[in-house]
Nanobody
């Protein structure tokens, strides 16, 4: 299992922005670019929701309809970090944000690592 560490969350006002980081301290920098990484979130009392993916190179991204146009996923393989830029935040974005390495199975990508602690994003009205 590869441990991932999420940071960057906090308390922000509606309309504000935040940049979350997903780091892989135990992965060699030469290997980090081999991994597809996704961001997810889970609000209290709700199921985990997929938000965005980025391929190993950072050239190909995909987003959930609910956040397309507001959230941006990117990566810096030299820093072994995947970012999620959250713009125009709304109270409904309040959740625990988590990242994971994704692997394909029958045409669909699934998280394969143990979920970390995540980073909390709280948006006030």
């Amino acid at each position: 299992q590869v441990q991932l560490v999420e940071t960057g969350g906090g308390l922000v006002q509606a309309g504000g922005s935040l940049r979350l980081s997903c780091r892989a301290p135990a992965i060699d920098a030469r290997s980090f670019g081999d991994y597809v990484v996704g961001w997810f979130r889970q609000a209290l009392g709700k199921d985990r929701e997929w938000l965005a993916n980025v391929d190993g190179s950072g050239d190909t991204t995909s987003y959930a309809t609910s956040v397309k146009g507001r959230f941006t996923i990117s990566r810096d393989n030299a820093e072994k970090t995947v970012y999620l830029r959250l713009d125009d935040l709304e109270p409904g974005d309040t959740a625990l944000y988590l990242c994971n390495i994704l692997q394909p199975y029958r045409g669909t990508y699934f998280p394969v690592q143990t979920w970390g602690r995540g980073t909390q994003v709280t948006v006030s009205s």
